[in-house]
Each structure stands twice: as C-alpha cells, then as structure tokens.
C-alpha cells in the first residue's frame, strides 16, 4: 500500500467541507485512508497518534494537507483533490450563476463593499474566531461566534467590546440562533411568534422553539449564548444583553429562558433582570425541575392561554421477524449534549442507577465513554469523540458504529437516540439511523434491544419532522416528540 | 438582516431558504496562520483611537503648507545630537542592532564611518552591536529618516515648517540615485556625496524663505527623472573642451548666480 501527501499551499476550506471531501476520496476503489484538513500543528499530531503519517512535515498553518493511503493513482487523486478544493468557494451554485460578485477577502473589505451588512456568523477555526469576531464588532456588526477553543479572557474582552459598541456577542461555542426569523448554525425553520428565547444550550434552543412551533404558536427571537456564559468569570453578560433586546422587542411577549443551573451570584443577577421585565419569564435551569418539553408547555400556555394539544405520533411498524429483549439496561446514544444531560438527570431522578460522559444532577460518571455501564447515556458530540472527526450531527457514523455494538450486548434492553432535525445538521439523519436498525443483526438468542427515537424538528424544516418520524416508524422505531416525553416512556417500560 | 458569512459553507442554505442576503468571505487564515500575531492585529484594527488618531494625522497632512527654512548640520538643529555623545537616529519603530534588517544595518554602519567612530566596518558593527553608540527613532526627535535613512550629527538636514502650527520637521537630503545611505549602501561614493552636501549646506545656509516644498502634484507637473549620474569628469572636459569646476568652485557660483550676481564669463 502506497501513501502520499502534498500541501496546497496558502488555502482554506471549512471544516465540514474538508469533512465531506475526504469523505468522498475514501469512498473511493483502492482508498484506505483519505485525510483533507489545516496543516496545524493541532492536526498533524492527530495524524501520527492515528498512525496514518508515522513522520509528519511540520505544520503550515495557512496551508491544506492531502493525505492518500491505498492502491493505484494516488498521485492523480491527490491532483484533483487539489483541483477541487482550488475551485471557488461552494457558494457559487448556491447564488446562482455568473455575476456572482467575488467573495470578499476579509471582514473589513467585505464591509467595504457593502456597508448595510449587520451581522456576522463565524465559524473559522478557534484559534482565529476572537480576532474575527473583534474585527466584525468594531465594524459595527453583531456576532454570533459558532466556533469553540475560544479563552475565557478573549470571551470576557469580546464581550466587553460588543457592549461598549451597543453590539451584541452570541457565544462562543454559540450551536444555534434564529433573529428575525433567519435560523443561524444549526437550527430550525420556525414560526413568527410571541415567545422570545435565550439560551445558553444549542440543541435546548432547537428543542423548546421546534415545540413551540409544532404546537401552533412562534418565536419572536431565538438567542444563543454560548455555554460559558452564565459562569462567574462571564457573569451573563451575553444572557442579560439578550434579554435587553427582547424587553425592547414590542413582538415578543414571554421569555423562556434555558441554561444549566448559573453561579449563584448570577442567578441572583438574571432574577433581578427576569423581575424588571413587562413580560413573564418562564426560567428552565436545567437538572433542577422543568424539563425542556415542560418549559416550553409553560411558555406555550402564557401567550396563547392554554396547554398545547396533544401531539399524536404514529406507531412503529411491528416487525414480526424481530424478537425484542425484556430486560436490561438503557442505552442512550445522542448527538446533542443537552438533550442527553436532561435524559441522563431524568433516569437518575427515576432512582435509577446512571452513567453518563456528562454531567448531570444525580449521575455518575462514566469510566470510559467508549463502554457502556449500567443505564448509560453518551453525549457523541463530547471532545472524546469529537477530536479531528465531524461533530454526530454532520456526521451520523461514529454513533451507528456505536449503535450496532450496544445492540450486540446482551445488557441492552433498550437504545435511546435523539433525530435532530434543522438547517446545517446532516441532510436525513431519520433514513441514516434507520437504516442503521434495520441492519442490525440478532444475539445468538435471536435477540435484539428496541431503539426508540426523539426527533427535534419542525415540518418547515429541510428534512421535514413528519416525513422523519415516518422514515422512523417505518424502520420499527417509536418516535417521541420530545427528549422528556422519550426518556419517561423508557422509564416507564423498564418497571 | 444582512449576514456576513465566515467559515462554515454549508450555513448558508439556511439563509437562502429564509430569504436573508448574505455576503461570504473567502477566508483564510490571518497573519499566516500565526494566532497571535492575528489576535494583536485584530485588537489594534479595533482600537478606536487609532481610528481617530489616523484622521487627524490625515488631516494634519493633507492641511500643512510646508515651508523649506534651509539646511543645517544635524547636530545644531537637533538637539539630542549636539548633547548626546554617539547618538544615531534611525527610520521606523524603535529597535536594535539586532533587530534591525539589512539596508538599515548598512546606513548604521555607513554613518558610524561618516562620524569617523570606527575606521572600518566590522569596527563600526562591533560599537553597534555592543550598544556603544545608541540607537532611537528619528521621530522621537522630529526627524525623519527616508526609507532605511539614518541620521547622525555632522550630516546636513534639511529643515521644513509649518507656518501655522510653527511645527518643524528635519529630513537627510536626497542623495539621487545609485548607491545611497537610505537603502543602507555605505561606500566610498555615497560618503563622497555626503561631503559634497555639506559644501552645498555652507554655501547655500541663507535666505530659505523662497524655498517652499510642494508634493509634485500640487505643481501640476509629472516629476522629472533626476539627471543620470555617473559623469566621468576627465572624459566629459575632452569631449567639451572646457574646465569644469569642482564642487566647491560650482556652488559658489551657483550661489551668486542665485543672488544675482553675474558668474564669471567662462561659465557661459
């Protein structure tokens, strides 16, 4: 077997587009191994723990790098790898054709070119994103900073300077927004609506304001604002900007405010804040009493004046061939990290015995996250898995992979998963998972565990909700509307 | 809403199907993939007082009349110089010796042999090097020192000023073309050019009130190329069969043909 590798010096493409990439080189005949990613010194050293480049040159960190390994033309690959990723950026096809005006070069020529810009949604690599996000602030533009690996000093400095400017800074590690209707990063085509939202949790905003959607009501706007926010050394200082905008907001009539239990401090802080406001705030700090499904019920009932209908979802197709274990564990497989901390908080509320990779109130850690133990919920999206691999939402592999080795084991009664649904996740993660079960091959007792689903998503969504539940259901797996409304199902089976 | 677009390509079709416009930067990693060196250029494009500082020295600029006052040795218009013992002042921020790139370097040294502090280069670089003669910014000092210029105190400035603020700026005299101390050449010929500025600094210390530097723009003009150097003195008297003079012989009548006396008739 042969391996080559060739920088392409002095160009970038983004992450999931590097993904995608060396996705297609190692689908190819005669490829083991396909790499396309940033010659940093942070990925080379992946390449070498991962055995793939046993002597990597040194980093070139405004360089790509290709790497082949396998059979035949690796040379003439490698050249039309290089041809691709020269081509122009992939917005081309998405603008339409021809008098497609240049991609700007740079935060400040772009606004240059174009001085009604407002807002800029970063996801450029850590390292990068603070300078980025500075630049765009100073021009006089708000900030949603998508990107991770950002410090806590830079944080605190950023967000110092967005406020100085009346500017306002989501993030970073910001998953998910949706401001005037427009869903940033990854989030969901929602209704106009009454309720405003402020979230320190990715897949938390997705979740409430998918709800609120699907019951009839709307979102007047959907803030992130990053993990780290509502810690002391943040102290809130994006959630209380947020939450300035939304008391200036004439449309929004409710808060629904989502994020881990905060420091003490800010907590007292945010609860002065919620009592100043005309409107009512319905606060949901996760692990201590409301779900994410009840707080969204909450906000639901406050504008429209009564609890949302009853949402009926059809049944799995009963597949006859399969025979289900009765007893066991839960295993929970998720994609998005809050979702799993309330699944996880929710089973060890239950009194029963809980590891999780996360944390949550009442769960124990678990020892390796590649193992499962007891009733377990992994988050997949968690750096452990995360690191020089696509984040599961993108990429539903690793979790399938994992999918198939906890239904091998006979401890397993019943595999829970989270479908996330929305603008920038994978294109049809219900048909992935489902065909993932389908291929699921029975224990020598003929056995098999169930695997029940939660899909978050809203029917404008590009992958539509009620065509994923039926991908689902079709493949012989129980859809649940909610995260909440899943995990008490399993709860319930298991007594 | 209008969004600006940096990183991840596959979030605009959200955009799109939601009818936002958005603009894409064709990113690249900043500063050449050094993050820090990115982050500090960020926070200084962010500075908002460089903003402010730049349109005022924009405007400052582009307002001033300058007024040409004459020529004088650096050490008699500076003051550092004249009281400050093995003093060089340099072009750009502050630096050292070793810090310092190659033409500027070269002008250090030339300007250290200029003094007469060393006889020979590797002399002139071991002073430099071992901080015996100083080193700091011409503008710490009002002065300016043209690409890799560098001033020292027995060479002649030339001395500009603005009438209305009364602010007063010094700058090396243009050596032509060639080899020049401003791209760091310190030969024989360059300090030979030095010398015949001085003799056009003593014979010309007068009346500077005529003088006004322009940007060529404001005259309307195209700049003319400067004569081409490299006249050969002996070649050119036999070819014109007449004496030329030297230097110092020139500039005298020069002078007093400036002033309006009549040169001498072999001159015509």
């Known amino acids: 077997m042969a391996l080559v590798h060739r920088f392409v010096p002095q160009c970038y493409r983004d992450s999931v587009s590097l993904m995608q990439l060396s996705r297609r080189l190692a689908a190819l005949p005669g490829i083991a191994q396909a790499s396309v990613l940033l010659a940093t010194a942070g990925n080379l050293a992946l390449l070498r723990e991962a055995g793939i480049l046993a002597d990597p040159p040194a980093p070139r960190p405004d360089d790509l790098l290709v790497v082949l390994a396998g059979e035949g033309d690796l040379e003439s690959l490698v050249d039309q790898a290089e ?65 991770d690996n950002v410090s806590i000093e830079q944080e605190v400095f950023l967000k110092d300077q967005a406020a100085r400017r009346g500017r306002l800074l989501l993030g970073p590690d910001c998953g998910s927004a949706i401001l005037d209707g427009t869903p940033l990063g990854f989030a969901n085509q929602v209704r ?13 905003l997705q979740e409430v304001t998918s709800l609120l959607d699907r019951w009839g009501s709307g979102i007047s706007q959907a803030y992130g604002t990053g993990g780290r926010d509502l810690k002391e050394a943040v102290g809130g200082r994006s959630a209380l900007a947020c939450i300035d905008r939304l008391a200036k907001d004439p449309g929004t009539r409710c808060l629904l405010f989502v994020s881990k239990p905060p420091a003490p401090a800010i907590r007292d802080r945010l609860a002065a804040r919620f009592r100043m406001l005309a409107i009512p705030t319905v606060a949901c700090f996760l692990g201590e009493g409301k779900t994410l499904e009840q707080a969204a019920r909450d906000a639901f009932r406050l504008v429209e004046g009564a609890a949302p209908r009853e949402e009926r979802l059809p049944e799995p197709r009963v597949l006859p061939e399969r025979n289900y274990r009765s007893s066991g564990y839960l295993r929970g497989l998720y994609s998005g990290g809050t979702l799993c901390a309330e699944a996880a908080w929710l089973s060890a509320r239950s009194g029963a015995e809980t590891f999780s990779n996360v944390q949550a109130p009442g769960v124990l850690p678990l020892e390796d996250a590649w193992r499962s133990q007891g009733h377990c919920f992994i988050d997949l999206g968690e750096d452990e898995f995360t690191r020089g691999r696509p984040h599961p939402m993108l990429d539903p592999s690793l979790r399938l992979a994992r999918l198939a080795e906890e239904a091998a084991r006979p401890d397993t009664q019943l595999i829970l998963a ?73 709860l319930g089976r298991l007594q | 809403m209008n969004v600006l677009n940096l990183g991840i390509q596959s979030f605009l079709p959200g955009l799109r199907d939601s009818r936002t416009p958005f603009t894409t930067v064709d990113w690249k990693p900043p500063a050449r993939g050094n993050a820090a060196l990115a982050w500090t250029a960020a926070r200084l494009l962010a500075d908002s007082r460089i903003d402010g ?84 910014p011409c503008h710490h000092h009002g002065a300016v020192g043209p690409m890799a210029g560098v001033v020292s105190p027995s060479m002649p400035l030339w001395i500009v000023a603005d009438p209305h603020t009364g602010a007063k ?28 500025a001085l003799l056009i600094c003593k014979e010309f210390g007068l009346d500077a009130s005529r003088f006004t530097a322009l940007p060529t723009a404001a005259l309307g003009q195209k700049a003319a190329r400067p004569l081409d150097g490299g006249l050969k003195v002996a070649k050119a008297q036999a070819r014109l069969r007449t004496r030329l003079r030297g230097p110092d012989e020139g500039l005298r009548a020069m002078r007093d043909a400036g002033a309006g006396v009549d040169p001498p008739r072999n001159m015509k």
């Open chain 1, 418 to 490: 989270d479908v996330v649904l929305g603008h920038g996740a994978h294109p049809d993660p219900a048909a992935a998972l489902a065909q993932a079960v389908a291929a699921l091959i029975p224990d020598a007792d003929g056995l098999l565990p169930e695997v029940w689903a939660c899909v978050t998503g809203t029917e404008g969504d590009p992958q539509v909700f009620s065509t994923s539940v039926e991908t689902l259901t079709r493949a012989g797996i129980r859809c649940f509307g909610s995260n909440a409304s899943l995990v008490a199902a399993a």
């Open chain 1, 83 to 147: 041809r691709e990723l020269r081509a122009p950026a992939g917005i081309a096809d998405l603008a339409g054709p021809a008098d497609v005006p240049a991609a700007p070069p740079s935060v400040l020529e772009a606004v240059k070119a174009d001085p009604t810009l407002d807002f800029a949604l970063i996801s450029v690599p850590g390292d990068y994103a603070a300078g980025e996000a500075l630049k765009a602030l100073a021009r006089g533009l708000d900030v949603m900073l998508f990107s």
């Open chain 2, 169 to 196: 700026a010094h700058c090396n005299l243009n050596e032509g073309l060639g080899k020049v101390l401003r791209f760091g050449a310190y030969g024989p010929e360059v300090l030979d050019r030095y010398a015949f």
């Open chain 2, 53 to 136: 500082a730049n349109a005022e020295a924009w405007k400052r600029m582009t307002s001033c009349r300058p007024v040409l006052i004459g020529i004088e040795t650096a050490r008699h218009c500076l003051p550092a110089l004249a009281s400050r013992e093995k003093l060089l002042l340099h072009a750009g921020p502050p630096l050292t010796w070793a810090r310092a790139c190659g033409p500027v370097r070269g002008a250090l040294v030339g300007a250290v042999l200029w003094e007469g502090w060393a006889s020979t280069e590797v002399e002139a670089e071991s002073l430099l090097a071992d901080g015996t003669i100083a080193l700091e």
């Open chain 1, 192 to 204: 106009p609506g009454p309720v405003g939202v402020v979230s320190a949790s990715g897949t938390g």
